[in-house]
Structures are given as C-alpha cells and as structure tokens.
C-alpha cells in the first residue's frame, strides 16, 4: 500500500472537507432555524466567488496582485453575498413563513434556478479562469505535495472563521437569540426576541461563511463558472445532514467526513464517479441514520 | 361492577414512554370495556395525549403492554404496530391540534376513513370495475351518513379548511368513526367551543355510543362534560396515574383536587 | 406616497446588488473590462417598477386572505361542475388537436408538428410528476432520470435485440415504475424536504452514470440511430414520420389524462391527497403510508419511462444533455405553475413552457430565469396555480342510499 498516495489524498480531502463546511454551517444554521433546506444557498456561494473573480480582475488588470487583492476581493464578496442573502430570505422565504411545507421548498427551487440563471446571463455560462492570488510560500516547497500554499491559507482561514463564528454563536446577543430561536421559534418572540432579524441575521451570516468558501475554492481550483454553486450546494448539504442538520459542529464534522470519503473514493475508484460517492453517501445516511452523526433523534409532536 | 360482565376491548399495562430524558408517561395502566366512556383528565402536560399518541401507534412505548381483544376477533399485543394497522383493527382516533385535510372537501375527509374497509385497487380505479363502483357507492352512502349524524351534510362539498372550529372537531369525530372502530379516542373534542356547543357535542358523544356501539376513550378539560358523560374516569399527573373510579369517587378524591388546585372540579 | 418612496429605495438596493454582475464584465482573453452602466439603468428602473407592484399584489394578497377570495369557483371549477360544457370543451380540443398537423404543416415544412411533439411529451412529464408531486405531494427533484431510463431501454433494446417500439413502448414504461420502486422504497418514508433532495441526487447520479459508462450508454456522445416508430411496416417520408409520432404521444397524452382523472377520485387518489396534506392523520386513519407513497412515485416514474420511449423514437437520438437537473426543474414548474393537482392546469402551462420559448426566441434565452422567477412568484401570490385543482360532487339522495351514477364531474 502506498501510504504516501493515501496522505496526500488525506491532505485534499481535509482542504476539502474544511470548504464544504464552511458551506454547509450555513444551511445548518438557516434550517435550524426554520426548518429550511434553503437550496440556493449554493448559488449566494457561486455569486460570492463571482464577485470575487470580478474584483479581482478589475484590480489584476489595474496592475494589482498578490494577497491584498485577494483580501479585497474577499471583502466585497463577502458584503455582496451577505447581502444577496439577506434579499433572498426577505423576498422567496418571508413571505411563506406560515405555507404549506412544500411552498418555501419550491419558492427555494426556483430561487436557486433564478439565480443560477442571472449569473449566466449577465456574465457567462462558460468556465472562467480565476486569476492566482496565493503566492507560493517557500516554506512550503518541501510539503508541496501533500499541501500547497493555497491549501495552507484556506486551513487557517477556514480554523479561524469557525472560530469566530463559535464566539459569535456562544458569546454574543445575536447569537443567544439565534440560539433561543433555535430551541422554540415561538416561544422566543414571546420573550421578546424579534425573531425577523435573528432570521435575516443568520442568512447574513450564513451568506458570509458561503461567500468565504467560493473566493476560497475558487482561487484553489482556479476556476468558476455560474454551475458550480449547484454541485457544492448539494455536496454542502450533504455535509449538513451528515453532521445531523441544524447541529452546527455537526457541520464542521459532517464537511470533512465528506470531503475526506469524496477524495479517497476519487483517488482509489474513480474520478469520474466522485459526485456519486457524494450522492451514495447522503443517500445512505439518509437511510441509515437520518438524525446525522451527532444529530439526536426527536420525535415529531402529534 | 359490572365490569366482569362487560367484555374487555382495551387493557394497557404499565404502559412507559420517555422522550430523551423525559418520562412523559410512567407506567400507567388502564382498561376499557365494551360499551363505556371512559375520560382520561388531568393537568396539562400530564402526559394524557402521550397516551394516546402510544396507544394508537403514533409513537412506540418505552416499556408495557398495550393489548386489545376486538368483538369476536382475535387478541393481540399492538406495541409498535404502525397506525393504520392498528386503526384497520379497530381504533381510530381524532387529534388535540385538529388535523384534517384541508385542501380535500368535508365529503372526502370522511371518505379517507374508509380506506382501511375498501379494497379497490389501481387497476380497479382506472377501468371502474364492478368493485370499483360498487365499493364508491357504499363509502359515499356511508360517509354522508356520518356526516349526518354530526350535522355536516350540508357542508359536504366545502373544503374541510373553511368550516368554523366547532364543525372541524366534529367533522374529525365523523372521519374516525368511518373506519368502523370499536373503540373511539377523542382527544379534547371540546377545546375551543361555546358552550352551546360543548352542550351538542355532550349529546354527539353519547348518541354515537349508542348507536354505533362502540366504546369511547376521551381526554377532556372541560369537567362538566366529563363528569356528565363519562362511566370511569382515570386521572394522571407527570405521567403517573394517580387515581381512577367512577365521577363521583373522583370528585371526592383527594389526590385529583390537589392536582387540579386552581382549576375547577367542581361541576 | 410611502409606497413610492420604499420602491425607489428597493431600487437603489437591486441596483446595488447588480453592479458588479450585471455591470462589469472582465474578459479574460482580451484582459479587457467591459463596463455596462446602461444596464443598470434597466435594473433600477424595472426594480423600482417591480416593487412597486409587489407592495401592491402583496396587500391585495393580505385583503384576499381574509375574504378567502380563493375558493370562489374558479372557471375550471364550473367547467368541471357542468358536465355537457366541459363534454363540448373537450370534444372541441380534441378536435382541434386531431386536426392540428393537418393545418400545419406542408409536404416539406413540418417544424410545427415537431415543436408540438416536443410540447406533448413534456405534457405527459407534467401529467406524471403531477401523480407525484400534485397529488401524492412527494417532491421529486429527479423526475427526469425516468424519463431517461425509458429513453435508453428503448434504445439499448432496439439496437441490441432488435425489439420494436411498440414492445419497447410498455417494456419502457415499466423499466421506469421498477426503478420508482427501486428507488422510492428505501426513500419514501424520508420528510419531504429530504426526499427532495435525495430524488436529487438521484438524477444527478444517473446523468453521471449516462455519461461515464461509455460501453453500455455511449457516454456523452449517446447514442444515434435509433429507429423511428413503425408502422406495419410502411416506408414513411420526413414529414410522415413526424405526423405519426405526433399522434402517438397524443394518444398517450390522452391516455394520461383518462387514468390520471380516474385515479384521482378514486380510494387510491383520495389516500394520495390526504398524505399530501396530513401523513399523521392519514395513517392514523388507516392509510398505508408506504404503500400508498410507493404507488404514487411507481406511476409517476411509468409515464416518464412510457415517453421516454417516444423520446427517444422521435429523434433519432439521445444524449445525456437532454436529462439535467433543469430539466426536471422544468417539469416541476410546470406542475408548479398549472397547479397542483390540476390536470387542465398542467397541460395548459406544459404547453405554455415549452411552445413560448420556443416562438419567442427572444423568450428562450431567458426561459430558465423566468422559471426560476415564475415558482417563486407562484407560491408567494398563487400557490395553487393558473387553474386551481377542481373537487368533484358526489350525489347522495338519501337515506335509501340510491346515489347517482357519480360520474360527470372531474372529467
Ligand atoms: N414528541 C415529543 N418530544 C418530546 N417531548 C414530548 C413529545 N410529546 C410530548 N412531550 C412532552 O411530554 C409531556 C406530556 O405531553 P402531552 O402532550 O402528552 O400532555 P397532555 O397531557 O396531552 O397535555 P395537554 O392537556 O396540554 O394536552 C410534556 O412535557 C411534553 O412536552
Ligand atoms: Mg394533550
């Protein structure tokens, strides 16, 4: 056995992993919430890595490069996502708040749909190729082969993202109410809580985290095009639902098992089929064990 | 009593269910025999829906026996048996949050209680065979009666989600009554009616005893109606059953006016 | 007046959220930026417009609540209720149907009919998916995959065995409901919002699958030569050939629309209903949930295998392109948007969807957009669609239980 093949398919899948994660706290957050699978999400992801890619060609073109236009780029897209986000709540899911269950589902459907479709018409349906922001690190030239530069800035930014978002989620007010929120939606607007903004609220943060992910993904593989929020939504959800939906370490946890069984089933089976090993595994979850890994059952009350 | 002379259709026997940490209902036994009402009360959360959510198969108890011995059928354990096999051997149900369905007419709500007693197939369906035909017929005949009987036939056409409140409880009462139970469990029929109609639905209750014959669970707040009505009254507090008899041993009963302290007993 | 004011701002805001896409273009290979302020204009202006209409629509929605506006007979509710109307109605469509590839189309030019076939064929799609989402209410996001299974038995068993459509025809449709059952067994006691996704995922793998398996299905290139319907045996010119496939997915179209219409007032079709509505109190009042999903998901999967077949017969050809995730998108914006349930509503925006882009060209680029922009529109102000599904009346003239024959109606 070739243990070195296997580490640096290790090494991928966690660098994956760690991007689905980010991905999928969002539609953990938002379905916690309000029982949502908010399936455009992956589209305010692809949207972010498109504001990003413009940005960032606006400033490459300008005579700009390295870090600092990655920063830039990052920036607006973050502000551009959260508040594609936060729109997206406000005008296909408000309003549903009290439908039938199938109503905020579809509304999502068609949301991602337009989306997807907006992008494509006003920039381009083909692959574009995202300019190289990451400088090589030449501390990191003798692990090159199991983690480049690029890979080494989306683990720490990833890590500290996470991070924050623990102390945002534990320690501050907003996120005590999302938390209460979380427990009983009623009983929190009883209390007090406006329960409106702690929704926009979590869209915005999930937005940015989703954001985050596409500048990410986008200056690793080098390339985005207005498809690729549908692939990464459907394998962030399955992350999700992995962890156990609404469970935001879940997520994390969820993420990386992914990433990780994507890159082996990829690297010893077939890469052509990677997007099925994705599939395979939520279908099999799904089956198996529909609370998720660290997801408690609970008894739907008659 | 009577009660050795009376067959026994429901027995429970230290029926357990925990949620989590949660021990909503704590080893609780009961017992209804043919042709009684019998009223399930106590405070709210006492665990008394948990019952019947266990009872009727909606939820698999922790622990205890649930057992039934249909009229002239054959007796058997019903733990975690599914819902529709349980309400196909006779125990049907009407829900404390109604639920009915509400894109489908008042007509319809009842027909889908006689699913269980029909067997046409797809194939039936499509080419209206003879069984087809024959099996509509009935379950239009027999639906309509049942909304006669509850005072909805002119209504029949509505969608169940425009009747007033009052009318959806009873229209719930009709749609289990379709599925030919022995045994009837109402889960607060009353909530939510001007006494005028509680005063109707008291009627309701003891005309379909009567002439359905079949035998009535209820939980109820409302202790006018169920001392009114009811043969036997069990009572539970934090999932524990702490007293049974008939009204009247109940009201004198100790226990029950120190849980219901606050709440009126007296009726 | 404070309508008008939160309009402008909704405009500024969209033109905000626009800028960067709509407005810059970066050409990477000129390493040009193209800057297109005009476009913004359109945003703000059409934005301002739009959210001015929404307050509007969203009001009235509010005021409608309250009088329950929705339930006043609808056209087709009367339609359904006047049973020598909705006989003439329907002898007229059929008519003018039957006619139809007489009036348009030429010894030469035959383009029409094949627009039409196309449209018939999704019609059927809407009509399938209907059984599943509209009346059984199981969201299935890969609805489309069956419709490719159908496609590639038909082409696999031609080329391979030599079997003739009118075999494969069935043979398709059954491969279709086995695969339902196949899949829908272990999924179908998954919640709706998981079953959506897991049908999902789904249609993903088979497309995956259709393209990778190069030895069996061809991979992305396909597989070409499949034979045209056959007609005992007659040698048919161009134009003859599509006349004839016209009239076959007509046929279906009809046949879909008979045994949808029978089963839903029927025992099965009233279970389906109720597990759309309520899944506890169904099987609390007797409903075999499993069973009853299971039927609903197997007759869907069969009529998207059946016209599968014709599909594939029609053009000759198939390729995975033609069974994406837009595609089954489309279909359930069809069902969507006709109504739930509905069987005039489905055909009507089957129709709609697929013959407006393609006479519209001007329409077609932005079809997807303003299908995506369509559902959610649909389930903010008109959530049981264009044409609202009808109830049927049954008779009951009394005590002596001698009810009318029952049935006019639904037709
Ligand atoms: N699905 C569930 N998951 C967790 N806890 C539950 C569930 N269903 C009920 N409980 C808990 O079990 C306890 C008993 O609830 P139950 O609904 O049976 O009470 P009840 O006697 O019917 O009250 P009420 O008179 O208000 O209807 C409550 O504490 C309730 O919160
Ligand atoms: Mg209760």
Redesign the pocket.
Known sequence: MDFQYLFELLCGGIVKGSIYALIALGYTMVYGIIQLINFAHGEVYMIGAFVAFIVAGVMTLSGYSGLTVLLLAAVVAVIYSAAYGYTLEKIAYRPLRNAPRLSPLISAIGASIFLMNYVQLAQTPDFLPFPELVPEFEFMAPIERYLSSADLVILIVTTLTMAALTVLIKYTRIGKAMRATQQDLVMARLVGINVDRVISATFIIGSVLAAIAGVLIASRTGQINAAIGFVAGIKAFTAAVLGGIGNVPGAVLGGLVLGIAETLGAGYISSAYEDVFAFALLVLILILRPAGLLGKA????V | MAENKRSKLLEVRGLTMD??G?R?IDSVDLDIFAGEIVALI?P????????FNCVTGIYEPTAGDVLIHPPGGVSRRINGMKPNRITALGMARTF?NIRLFPAMTVLENVMIGRHCRTATTIIDAILRSRRAVREERETVDQSYRLLEKVGLADSADEFARNLAYGAQRRLEIARALATDPFLLLLD?PAAGMNPQETSELDELIVRIRAEEQLAILL?E?DMKLVMNISDRIYV?EYGKEIAQGTPREIKENKKVIEAYLGEEVHA | MAHLKRSFGIGLWFMFLTLPLVVVRVNTLSQEVQWRWSNLLWVGVGAFAIAWFWQFSINRRAAGRASTVADKPSLAQRLADDPVLSRRVLLGAAAVAIVFPWLVSTGQNFYHVNVMVSALIFVVLGLGLNITVGLAGLLDLGYIAFFAVGAYTYALLSKNFDLGFWTCLPLGGLMGMLFGVILGFPILRLRGDYLAIVTLGFGAITKIVLENWDTLFGGAAGLANIPRPELFGLLLDGRQKSVYSYYIVLALVALTIFVTNRLKNSRIGHAWMALREDEIASVAMGVDMARTKLSAYALGAFWAGLVGVVFAAHNNFINPDSFTFMDSAMVLAMVVLGGMGSILGVIIAALALKLLPEYLRAFAEYRMLVFGAVMVLMMIFRPQGLISDTRRKYDYDGADGANGEGDHGGK
């Open positions: 609970v008894k739907q009350k | 949620f989590g949660l909503a106590g709210n959360g006492a665990g008394k829906t948990t019952f404390q607060e939980i707040h539970m």
